[in-house]
Nanobody, 117 residues
Framework: QLQASGGGLAQAGGSLRLSCTAS????????IGWYRQGPGEERLLVAD???????NYADSVKGRFTLSRDVAKNAVHLQMNSLKPEDTAVYYC?????????????WGQGTLVTVSS
């Protein structure tokens, strides 16, 4: 299970922080990160962290968003700086774990991020 927190309203140029807490330890999760879905758009990757520690970011957020791993809390945090109106979306935490039958995807509840111009 994934529990998302954070989000809300920010002005352009401002910052917000999202957190995703997993019910499993991070070393048991193959991949964990954040996706977002804007109005009328498909859900797209924002940033994720592989079990190897490698971080991956969408081009649109590189240099502005930072994903970090909090091993003690079984959580990942997405620090979003220099926010733009186009960052407005519902953000979803996602995790991929491995089972005997293959990868298993889990999603947290969405959290709304609204950036005003």
């Amino acid at each position: 299970q994934l529990q998302a927190s954070g989000g809300g309203l920010a002005q352009a140029g401002g910052s917000l922080r999202l957190s995703c807490t997993a019910s499993r330890r991070l070393f048991e999760i193959n991949d964990i990160g954040w996706y977002r879905q804007g109005p009328g758009e498909e859900r797209l990757l924002v940033a994720d962290s592989r079990i190897s520690g490698r971080m991956n970011y969408a081009d649109s957020v590189k240099g502005r968003f930072t994903l970090s791993r909090d091993v003690a809390k079984n959580a990942v945090h997405l620090q979003m700086n220099s926010l733009k109106p186009e960052d407005t979306a519902v953000y979803y935490c996602h995790a991929e774990t491995l089972s005997a039958s293959g990868p298993v995807d889990s999603w947290g509840q969405g959290t709304l991020v609204t950036v005003s111009s």
